[in-house]
């Protein structure tokens, strides 16, 4: 929780900003380092280490090839319910779901 | 000065140094080996707990997440199961890969036979078992997992229960597999279908009569009695959720390897932060529920059976529970460091190993004072195995 409010800052002036942003805002780059260990390590519980999959699907640009980000961050943010899963939303921000999801789309997430 | 003058006698060498076999390899039993996975790296490291110290790392094993290790029965190699379908036996007196190959795109683990000559792999892609000769790693049986509907599903809680039988599960196919490979050119098997949704993992009690297999998508167990003629699944703590939805899973609880102590079997409640206690003395009952830190992913006995260690998913994962048997409440709390992965007791449960993966560190303590004896360092080290469970069935 405590490390949202900074995000959630972040987030609401973005909103008061006139532009309108296609790419997700990139976090800190320490919260970046964060977010991409927790995909490693965490998503790689069921995803896999390497996102090749394993109890969940893949996760390799070649498979989420033509997949909406914003779509892909909803599911990170939400789960699926019915299946294993889960909602991340109590600790990945929503505009961090979404920088997370471009980079898995684009194969960046090294 | 008199130690000075005893070393320089070269008739006193072979009493201060370890016995040399006629190959060169230093001559020691294999009895308190084990293997640390550092599975971000492709690497393990080899340890001895009777020092207790790391012998020395082995690199280049694949991608390692989620890898598990069964053991010859001379206990001096291991079997180790990668995710990217890479099977390695590994010398673990000298660290050398005596064979490796990659036999599927995707696996979840294995088992050893109780005769020690198959090695058995559970497959994700493609769905199904595939067993090997543990002695050169040739390729013995493939066993695909069909499905009703024409596809392939994915394996799961495949366990060694006889000389050369197996159970597994079918993740996406809710239904039980009896393998028997006494023969493995004809394998046998015997299937039990409907068995409830999404079986996610499975464990065979110490005796090897039941198997038990967690589910997923739904409050419940199943249990199958090996030792009958006629073998038929039932549930047991069928609705143990009481129509409560459960918690998210930030990572799924493993079965292998769940606790037995005395008659009592500790069972993950799924999505909960309790474990169950059912009796198997009382037709499986649930005795009783301890209320735990978070949701546990792995609860195993002290060899001895006197304790239950428990660790946590994701997020609150930095905690390991102690649980007293007798009274079946939390007696200790222990912080070994960051993303505790996996623990893994000596034979006679004097030590217990602890992996803390974002602490890249493994933290050895004396289970009776509950101390820590030693920590070492590794790199990012998730399941620790150690050569004795050669001698138990179902691991």
């Given at each position: 929780m405590r490390l949202l409010s900074p995000c959630a800052a972040f987030a609401l002036l973005l909103a008061l900003a006139p532009v309108s942003l296609a790419a997700a805002p990139a976090p800190p780059p320490e919260r970046q380092a964060w977010l991409l260990r927790l995909l490693r390590q965490d998503c790689g519980s069921c995803h896999g280490l390497t996102l090749r999959?394993?109890?969940?699907p893949s996760l390799l640009p070649e498979r989420l090839a033509g997949r909406d980000p914003a779509e892909l961050a909803r599911i990170i943010l939400d789960g699926i319910p019915g299946t294993p899963m889960p909602p991340w939303r109590f600790e990945i921000a929503p505009e961090e779901a979404r920088w997370l999801a471009e980079r898995l789309v684009e194969g960046r997430d090294r | 000065m008199i130690r000075r003058h005893l070393l320089a006698l070269p008739w006193l060498w072979p009493l201060a140094r370890p016995a040399r076999a006629r190959d060169g390899a230093t001559c020691r039993g294999t009895g308190d080996l084990g293997l640390v996975v550092e599975r971000a790296h492709g690497s393990v490291l080899r340890f001895e707990t009777?020092?207790?110290s790391v012998l020395g790392r082995v690199e280049g094993?694949?991608?390692?997440?989620h890898a598990a290790a069964v053991f010859s029965r001379d206990q001096r190699y291991a079997f180790l199961f990668g995710r990217d379908g890479g099977l390695t036996k590994l010398d673990?007196?000298?660290?050398?890969?005596?064979a490796r190959i990659v036999q599927a795109g995707n696996a979840i683990g294995g088992a050893i036979s109780g005769d020690g000559t198959l090695v058995a792999v559970a497959n994700y892609d493609p769905g199904g078992v595939r067993v090997f000769a543990a002695a050169d790693l040739a390729p013995v049986a493939d066993i695909p997992a069909g499905t009703a509907d024409g596809g392939r599903s994915r394996v799961v809680g495949l366990e060694d229960w006889g000389p050369r039988h197996f159970a597994y599960a079918l993740l996406d196919g809710d239904e039980i597999r009896l393998l028997d490979l006494t023969d493995p050119a004809r394998p046998y098997q015997r299937r039990f279908p409907g068995i409830g949704r999404m079986p996610y993992d499975a464990l065979v009690t110490p005796d090897g009569r039941y198997y038990v297999v967690g589910l997923f998508g739904e409050d419940g167990l199943v249990l199958l009695d090996l030792w009958a003629e006629e073998p038929r699944p039932r549930r047991i703590l069928a609705g143990y959720g009481r129509g409560e939805r459960p918690l998210p899973v930030y990572k799924m609880p493993h079965l292998e390897g769940w606790a037995q102590a005395g008659d009592l079997l500790f069972l993950p409640a799924v999505g909960r932060f309790e474990l169950l206690v059912v009796d198997r003395r009382d037709d499986f009952r649930e005795v009783a529920r301890i209320p735990v830190?978070?949701?546990?992913v792995f609860a195993v006995a002290r060899p001895d059976g006197r304790q239950v260690w428990v660790n946590f998913a994701?997020?609150?994962?930095d905690v390991v529970q102690v649980i007293d048997v007798p009274r079946l409440a939390v007696v200790a709390e222990l912080r070994p460091g960051r993303a505790v992965m996996h623990l893994e007791f000596t034979p006679r449960g004097d030590q217990v190993w602890i992996s803390a993966r974002d602490s890249d560190r493994v933290v050895v303590y004396d289970t009776a004072r509950l101390s820590q004896i030693k920590a070492f360092e590794a790199r990012t080290p998730s399941g620790i195995f150690t050569s004795a469970r050669a001698a138990r069935i179902g691991f």
């Open positions: 999959g394993g109890l969940g | 009777s020092t207790p094993l694949g991608d390692l997440s673990l007196l000298t660290g050398e890969v005596v830190h978070g949701q546990p994701h997020p609150r994962n």
